[in-house]
């Protein structure tokens, strides 16, 4: 097993099990720890042996997504372009990848979930785009991936409200929603099935896919002006203050 301070590695088989361990922060991600995290997902990508990539958190928290403290900073530009390398790293992956989601899943926690190529979410999965409740507009693609996968008015409703979705709703969003203590041996059956396909025809089945979508690059590019610019209201940069 790789360990990181934010992320652990097991490898099952041919799959490569990717654990975020930030607990003491509910899984957000600081900048550092978004990019040690692309970083592994470069290296399993680039691992022949690796067939599948699962992407999980703990049984309570999947992720908070990006830790707020960060865009508190001045230089809040330098470091949501850096946090974003981790979602354009996931959607530059050859390798298949699934999230496996239970407990807390908010913000661009969620959109990292969702970027990924399939997803199986627990019962106890409390999804939520709740970046309104800090001032703030839809982050991590979220923007292009809701407009795909459920249309403009319930992706309107998510962004304005940000409340926790029914599991109903979340059933849009993702592949399944099983009980909790089924969500990972899904995964490692889907896992256990992309091994037996061929490689190449699945890359190139992802890329035919991601291609015929909205562009998920260029969704980040539009947030970041966005984010910026509801970041630098006043009351907004109070807000983010209290979580330095």
């Not at 409703?157 to 089924?182: H, I, K, Q, Y």
């Not at 041996?185 to 061929?198: I, M, N, T, Y």
């Amino acid at each position: 097993m790789h360990a990181h301070s934010s992320h652990s590695v097991t490898r099952e088989a041919s799959a490569a099990l990717v654990e975020i361990t930030r607990p003491e922060r509910a899984n957000a991600l600081r900048v550092d720890d978004a990019e040690a995290l692309a970083a592994t997902l470069v290296a399993l990508d680039d691992d022949p042996g690796v067939r599948a990539i699962i992407l999980l958190g703990s049984p309570r928290y999947f992720s908070a997504g990006a830790d707020l403290a960060d865009l508190a900073d001045e230089d809040a530009l330098a470091h949501i372009d850096r946090i974003h390398r981790l979602l354009r790293q996931v959607l530059a992956l050859r390798t298949p990848t699934i999230a496996a989601v239970r407990g807390a899943a908010v913000g661009a926690g969620l959109n990292l979930a969702l970027a990924c190529d399939l997803v199986v979410a627990g019962t106890s999965t409390r999804a939520s785009e709740m970046f309104i409740h800090r001032g703030l507009t839809l982050d991590f693609a979220g923007s292009a991936i809701l407009s795909a996968r459920i249309g403009p008015h319930r992706a309107k409703a998510l962004a304005f409200f940000g409340g926790t979705l029914t599991l109903d709703e979340l059933a849009m969003l993702v592949n399944r929603v099983v009980p909790d203590d089924e969500v990972l041996d899904v995964a490692r059956g889907w896992a256990h099935d992309l091994a037996e396909r061929s490689p190449r025809a699945l890359t190139l089945s992802k890329r035919l896919i991601d291609q015929a979508a909205p562009s998920l690059g260029s969704a980040l590019d539009r947030e970041i002006i966005a984010q910026l610019a509801a970041a630098s209201d006043p009351a907004t940069r109070a807000e983010l203050e209290r979580w330095r």
